[in-house]
C-alpha cells in the first residue's frame, strides 16, 4: 500500500503543466476560468505530495533504500541514461513545504492580481471594469508552469533532469519579474521591471553555465547522474576525491573539489550569494506573489536543496583535502552578515524582505558549509514558510496602502499630491497600518517574530539556532560569530519594518485610508502563520531544557537516518547554554534597540530615518548596496556595451568608407588605365580588386548582422577552430 | 568490404561541405533548406558506414538513422510551410530580407 | 576491386548532383538534383549491406520530401525576382571556408585510427530494428511519433490561409 503511493511520484508536476497548456491554448480570453483551472491544479499537486511525503514521514524505514523509479531514457553507446523520479528523506521535506506554499501562493494571487495601479484603465476597458490585470490568465500560466518547474526538480532522480527545471524555473523567473514589462518610474535610474528581469536572467546564467560544466564533468567520470548511484557510492566519491586534475592559475585539485565548486557556483547564481546577489533586490519589481513563491520560498532556495543533494561530494571533496566546504561556509557566513546590513537601510518594504531573503539562505549555505546539512534543509523549509508569509504580507500592505491612495484621492483629501509620484512600497509613507489591517497586520507580526527568531514561541528560533548550535559545537567561531551579529541585525531590521510599517500614527493619506485586503489574500496569511509559529517543533533538539522533551525532532532523524544512506554522518549538536543564551539575547535585544529608535517614538510625516542621522556615510553606503550594482556596471556592462558600439561606429566610420575608398579608387584607375593599356586585361584586375574589396567589407561586416546565415558562419568557423585543437593543441 | 571506411567518410564529408555551403550561401529559402537535406543526408552515410563497419552487430547505427529521416520530414514539413507562410507576410523568401531578429 | 570501382562511380556522380544542388540557378533543376543524391545515397546504403535503410530513404526522402520540396517551388513560383543573384555576398568567403573544412576533417578522419572489424551484416537486421524500436529505444520512438504529429499540426496551422 504505502510503496503504490510512492508510484504516483511522478504525477506531483504534471497537473500544473496539464493547468499551463490548458490556459495558453484554451482558457486565455477567460481571466476566472484560467485562475480557477490554475488552482485546481495546483491544489491536486499540493494532495499529492502531502500524500507521498506523510507516507514516508509515518514510514521512517525508506530511508534505508529510498524510492527510485526510472525508464530508460536515451541510449548513447554503451550508457543508458535513465529518467525518473526518486522520494527520500529530503524529497519528502521539501514536497511538504513546495506543495503547501504554492497553493497558499496561488490562492493569494487570484486575490493579489488585480487591476495594477501603473496602467491606464482607458487603454483596457475590459480589464479594468473587471478589476483585474489586463494580462492575468498570463500570470496563471507562467506561475503554473513554475510550479512544474519546482515540483519537477524536487522529484527529480538525476542532475541533468535537476537541472532541466532549474532552467524551467530560471524561464518563469525572467518572464515573471518582467510581468509588468510596460511599467516604468518617473526616476530614470530606478529599474524598470523589465530591466530586472533581463538582469536576474544574465546573472543567473552566469552561475548556470559553470553548473553545467560541472555536471559535465561529473558524468564524464560517473557515467551516470543519478543522485543514489553516484552518491551512495563510496569508492566512486572516494576515487573522485583522490584523483586530481591541473588547472591554470589553480594548480593540481581532485576532481571532487573542481566539481563540487562549478555546482557550487550555479547555487551561488540561483540563491543570489554574494557575488552573484544583485539580481535578487531587482526581482522584486515582480509582482509581490512572485517575490514570495520564486524569490523566497521555492527558486532561490532550489540552490540550497542542490548543495544539500550534492553533501555527499562535498565532504569526499573535504576529505580529500579541498577547501570547497570552507569557502561555502565563508560565502554563506559573508553573505547573511554582508545582506543583513544592506537590509538595515533599505526603505522599499519589500527590498528589505530580498535582503533578508539573501542573508537567510547564506544562513543556509554557512550551514552546509560546515557540514551541518540537517540544520540547512531544516532551516530551508521553515524559512520558506516565513518568507512567504512576510513577502504576502508585504504584498497586502502594498495593496492597501494603494487602495488607500486611491481612495483618499477620489474623494479630494490628497491635495497637491496629485502631480507627485507616490510609491506605495515606500515604509516611510505608512504607519499605523495594524489598526486598518489587523489580520495582514498580527500575521506579518507572526512572521517577522520567526525570521527574527523570537526565542521559544517562533519557528525560526529553532531552525536558526540548531544552525548557531553546529557551528559553536563543532569549532567553527568565526562562523558562529558573523552568524550572530547577523542574527542581531535581522531582529533589528526586521523590527525596524514592523515598527515603521504598522507601529505609530498613519504618516500619509493613503495610510490612514487603506482598507484590509480581501479574503483569498488573507486566510492564506493565516495558513502560513500556522507553520510560521508551530513549524519549528519538528527539529526541537531533544536535549533542550523542559521543551525537548515535549516536542519531538522526528524530522531531524529522519534527515540523519537518510544521511546514513548517503554516507553522511552527522551527530545533533549537544545542547549548550553559551552559544543558546547568546543568541537568544542578541534577538531580543536586535528587537528592543528597533522599538527603541522606532517604536519607542514613531516617525512622524516627512520624517527622515533616525539612523541616517547616527550613521551618517556608512548609512548612504548601506542604501546603495555597497555600490555593487554601479561596479558590474562598471567592469561589466559598461564594457560590453562599448565595445558593440565601437563595432557599430568602426563598421559604419572605417570599413564602409574605407570599402568606398577602395571602390572610387579603382573605378578612377580602370578610367585612367583604359585610356592606355587594353581595356580587357585591365577590366579583369580592376574586378579582381574589387571582388577582393567585398570580400574584405562582407569579412569584417560579419558581427551582428541580424541573418541567420552569418551566424551560422561564424559558427562554422568556430568549428574549424575547434577542429584545429585536436591535432594542434595539447 | 573492398571499400576502406575513410571513403565513405570522405564522401559523407564533401556531401556535408556542400550542403553547409548551400546553406551559408543561397539566397533562396528553399535551397538553403535543400543544403539541409544534404547535410542530413551526410551524416546518415556516416551513421551506416560507422554502422557497417565498426559494430556489425549493433544495430543501434541504423536505428540512429531512421531517426534522422524523422526529423528530417518534421524539418522539411515545418520548415516549408514556415516560407509559404514568410512569404505571405513579407512577400519574400530571400534568406537575406528575413532579418527581423536585428530590429 | 569491383566495389571500389563501383564506389568510385556513385560517390563521382552523387557529388556531382550534389554540386548541381548549390550551384543551379533554376531552383526545379536544383531540387532534381536532390532527387539525384538520395538516390545515390540509397545505392550507398545497399553497398553498405543495409538494405532497408536504402529503401526507406528511396521512400522517405524520394517519395515524400523531395516531392513536398517540388510542390513548394511550384506553389511558390516567382517568390524570388529574377535580379537577384542566387547567392548573397558571403559566398566567396563561405566557399572558402568550406574548402578548408572538407580538407582539415578529411585529414583528420584519415589520421584517426579506426578499428574496422570485418563480420557480416546479421541476416535478420530488419528484424532487429523493429525489435530495437519497441524495446531499447522506445521512449525515443515515441519521442519521434509526437515530433511528427507536432511537426504536421504546427505546418498545416503555419501554412494554412487565415481569413481574417
Known sequence: MSESIFNLTWLIPLPTALAFFAIILFANPKKRLSSKIAVGGVIIAWILSWAVAIMFFVNPEFTEQPFDLAVPWIPMGNIVFHMGVAVDAVTAGMLFMVGFVLTMIFIYSTGYMSFPGHLDPEKYPDAAKEGLDPRYSRFFAYISLFATGMLGLVVADNLLMLFIFWEIMGLCSYLLIGFWFDKSYPDPKQITPKAAGLKAFLTTRVGDVLFMMGLIFLFIHAGDLNFQNIFANQEFLHELSTTTVNLPFFGAVTWAGLISMLIFWGAIGKSAQFPLHVWLPDAMEGPTPVSALIHAATMVSAGVYLIVRMSPLFSAAAHGGSGVMMFVAFIGAFTALFAATIAVAQKDIKKVLAYSTISQLGYMFAALGIGAWVAAIIHLLIHAFFKSLLFMGSGSVIHGVHHGHEHAHAHGHGEGGHEEYFDPQDMFNMGGLLKRMPITGWTFIIGGASLSAFPLITAGFWSKDEILAHAWADGHMAVYWTLAAGAFLTAFYTFRQIFLTFFGSPRTEAAEHAPESVRSMTWPLVALAFFALFGGFVAVPVDFPVVGGLASDFLAKLMEMQGEFYGLHVAPARFDWTPALISMTLALSGIVVAWLVYGWKPLKAKQSDPLRRWLGPVYTVLENKYYFDELYYFIAVRPTLWLASFFYLFDRGVIDRIVNWVGAFNRWLARTLRRWIDEYIIDGAVNGVGLVTTWTGAVVRLIQTGQAQNYLLILLLSVVILLLLIPFGS | MTVPLSWYLIFATALFSLGFFGVLSRRNAVAVLMGVELMLNAVNVNLVAFWRYLTPTDLSGQIFVVFVFTVAAAEAAVGLALMISIYRTRKTINVEEINALKH | ?164
Open chain 3, 1 to 164: 576491386m569491383v566495389g571500389q570501382i563501383l564506389f568510385i562511380f556513385i560517390a563521382v556522380v552523387t557529388l556531382l548532383m550534389a554540386l548541381g544542388v548549390v550551384v543551379a540557378r533554376n531552383l526545379f533543376h536544383a531540387a532534381l538534383f536532390l532527387v539525384g543524391v538520395f538516390f545515390g545515397v540509397a545505392t550507398l546504403f545497399i553497398l553498405l549491406e543495409a538494405e532497408f535503410l536504402a529503401m526507406a530513404q528511396i521512400v522517405i526522402y524520394i517519395g515524400a520530401i523531395a516531392t513536398l520540396i517540388v510542390f513548394a517551388i511550384m506553389l511558390s513560383r516567382g517568390m524570388m525576382g529574377k535580379h537577384l543573384g542566387k547567392y548573397n555576398k558571403q559566398w566567396y568567403f563561405a566557399g572558402g571556408a568550406m574548402i578548408f573544412f572538407f580538407g582539415l576533417v578529411s585529414w583528420l578522419l584519415v589520421k584517426m585510427p579506426f578499428a574496422p572489424v570485418s563480420a557480416e551484416a546479421p541476416a535478420d537486421a530488419i528484424q532487429q530494428i523493429g525489435s530495437g524500436f519497441v524495446g531499447h529505444y522506445v521512449v525515443p520512438f515515441e519521442v519521434a511519433s509526437v515530433l511528427l504529429l507536432v511537426a504536421l499540426v504546427g505546418a498545416i496551422m503555419l501554412a494554412r490561409e487565415r481569413n481574417s
